[in-house]
């Protein structure tokens, strides 16, 4: 049996974020409006080769009303999901709580109970009937504390529910991340018997589904890094004066080319974690700044000092072939940390990113031609402002409606994480890349760099919470 969840409580609690948090899907609806659930709405997750439902209901509106119908005739307890069961057929009250009906069909057909209730706002006895309506259906139930603005009544909340729900969690529908959403899996797991084996599988194709996430992300960022390094744009012209008179648009052309698969690539990220509807403007998914704003790459991370440390490898590294025992911190630590081209006269000039040539043509007339990129620190540039996006993206609550928010990647703890052989195996390829040599099997030595990102997203998302 596929298990079921009906999202149930107060209107205007955030029950429709919490939908959309355990969809894991941003184009569930979800407003902040009271009432804007006014049907049951049933949502199919598919989680590899497992999956469950949600269902998105109307919130109380008399319960009160309902639980003094209920108690006329005052059934014992082995016949009061009966009794609800007559109020879901009764012709006055599908005409008189619409609501209510919506909200108890679901449940009473077979889903389990979500109570969610708001943190931020006191406790009161007027909850107690729609708790005690809940406890009639006979179905298993958690409750859920959503702090919607504080968690300055989640103690007096928790006391109260305790009472009517054997587990009771405290559940940000808008901060909430994956491991939030796989603890509320594995309790239903042990409070409801029947769904334990479907639920554990749901757990484990969540994690397959964060490596496949994972592995699709540095497919992308492979192509991305092999696309942009390798891009060059020609025009082939009769006379010299017309590829002279050519090049500024051909320039203009090709970096405009390269904005847009940047992107492109970020958009893909995107869809890979189902943020479909992410606010996005050009200048928050460009991370932060111009991709071709070397002055501003300069910002990002390394001064002068270091600038000219790199510089210094490069010219020792004889044809590429750096050292890698030494370039493993200065240099892998500048190159990912922010790509900053563009302030050292030594290397990194802006006019050495896509150099314009004119070359004649053997058999007669000339061609213009931009590109492509040669700049040893280029790759890097590309592949620190994807994590940038990465990071933000893979744990990412699927009901924050916000604007995306970058920051920090904090670099140096990512390449820390790294082994020695894995720093020497992401220059060497990122070097051949910087060439235009082919590298094989590139998304696999992008991986740890990827694993460390998560990692280290975890961790300072625990240090925050404590």
Known sequence: MTPSFAVVGHPNKGKSSVVSTLARDDRVAVSMQSGTTVVAETFEIRVGESGYQLIDTPGFQRPRKVLAWLNQTNP???KRSARVEAFLQDPQCQAQFKDEIELLRPIMAGAAILYVVDGS????AEYEAEMEIL????????????PIENQDYVASWQQALQQYFKVVRVF?????DIDHHIDLLEAFAHIHQPWSAALKLLVTEFNHEIARQRLQSCQLCA????????????QKVASKSQAESLQLLLEQRYYQWMRQREKEAHLQLQAVFRHHQLACESTELSL??????????YGWGLDRKQLATVAAMAGAAAGGALDMMVAGSSFMLGAIGGGVLGSSAAWF???SLAASKIKGIPMGGYEARQGPISNRNFPYVLLGRLLFTYRALAHRNHAQRSALQLGDIGVSQLLDALSKSEKKDLHLALDKLSRQKSVTGLADILEPLFIATLAMTTRTSTEQSE
């Open 76 to 78: 014992d307890a082995d």
């Open 172 to 176: 940000n529908a808008v901060t909430a």
């Open 223 to 234: 192509q991305l890094l092999e696309d942009m390094t390798q891009y060059q744009l020609s």
């Open 349 to 351: 000039g802006a006019n």
């Open 288 to 297: 932060p700044d111009d991709l071709f704003d070397t002055d501003k790459w």
């Open 121 to 124: 706002r006191p406790y009161s």
């Open 135 to 146: 406890r009639w259906t006979g179905q298993p139930s958690m409750a859920l504390i959503n």
